[in-house]
């Protein structure tokens, strides 16, 4: 099976920088995405990962190493409206899987 | 983006009975559609792949004859909690697929629909 493992929890002051990160041990994916859900919505997709490297849209960065099996997303400038899960995930070609998932919390 | 919708939003219902929950792609179409369950502070988990015109693909530990899949056309998919229990409780996701050059980067989640039996 698919196994992507996620801090449960991170704390971080409005303003600043926090980093998310994402290992995994699984029999070879397509990419890593990462998706933030609020309380009681649905995931909604934030980053895609299809080469190794570092992929930056506004705030948020995400970043892939196949060969150490680790991702991260970065978020920058945190608002307190950044508040929420961030999840990981692996399109395996015809299904994804999801990590264990973060919960961010965003202190003034 | 495209746009995925989930009807209804929210639902009780007693034990025993059945609910169908109805995920539609509103913008494009799609020919795979995927089912989550999440219960509360946990992640998504993967319940089923819904293949238009073709049977649904069921993970591991989930019962086909309970959660019945039917994913009549390219633009809906539903799922049909049979004789619901309280442990049925959850938030059910669907999502669509929409597919570039052969290939899935991104996917669509509709906005969940929030099961209580009672």
């Known amino acids: 099976g698919q196994s992507l493992e996620q801090p449960s929890e991170v704390t971080a002051v409005e303003g600043a920088i926090v980093q998310i990160n994402c290992t995994y041990q699984?029999?070879?994916?397509?990419?890593l995405s990462w998706y933030q859900q609020h309380d009681g919505g649905a995931p909604t997709f934030l980053s895609y990962n299809a080469l190794d490297g570092l992929e930056e849209t506004g705030r948020f960065s995400s970043f892939l190493s196949r060969s150490d099996s680790y991702g991260y997303l970065l978020l920058q400038e945190l608002q307190m409206k950044d508040s929420a899960s961030y999840f990981c995930?692996?399109?395996?070609?015809?299904?994804?899987?999801f990590g264990t998932g973060t919960s961010l919390t965003v202190i003034p | 983006g495209a746009v995925v919708s989930q009807h209804p939003s929210w639902v009780i219902c007693k034990s025993g009975t059945s609910v169908k929950i109805e995920c539609r792609s509103l913008d494009f179409q799609a020919t795979t559609m995927f089912w989550y369950r999440q219960f509360p502070k946990q992640s998504l988990m993967l319940m089923a792949t819904?293949?238009?015109?073709?049977?649904?693909?069921?993970e591991q530990g989930v019962e086909k004859d309970k959660f019945l899949i039917n994913h009549a056309s390219l633009t809906l998919s539903t799922l049909t909690v049979t004789s619901a229990h309280p442990e049925d409780s959850s938030f059910y996701i669907c999502?669509?697929?929409?597919?570039?050059?052969?290939?899935?980067?991104?996917?669509?989640f509709g906005p969940g629909t929030r099961l209580t039996v009672t």
């Open positions: 699984t029999s070879g994916f397509y990419g």
């Open positions: 819904s293949n238009e015109g073709s049977k649904a693909t069921y």
């Open positions: 999502s669509a697929g929409e597919w570039t050059s052969g290939r899935i980067n991104e996917q669509y």
């Open positions: 995930a692996v399109w395996m070609g015809n299904q994804f899987y």
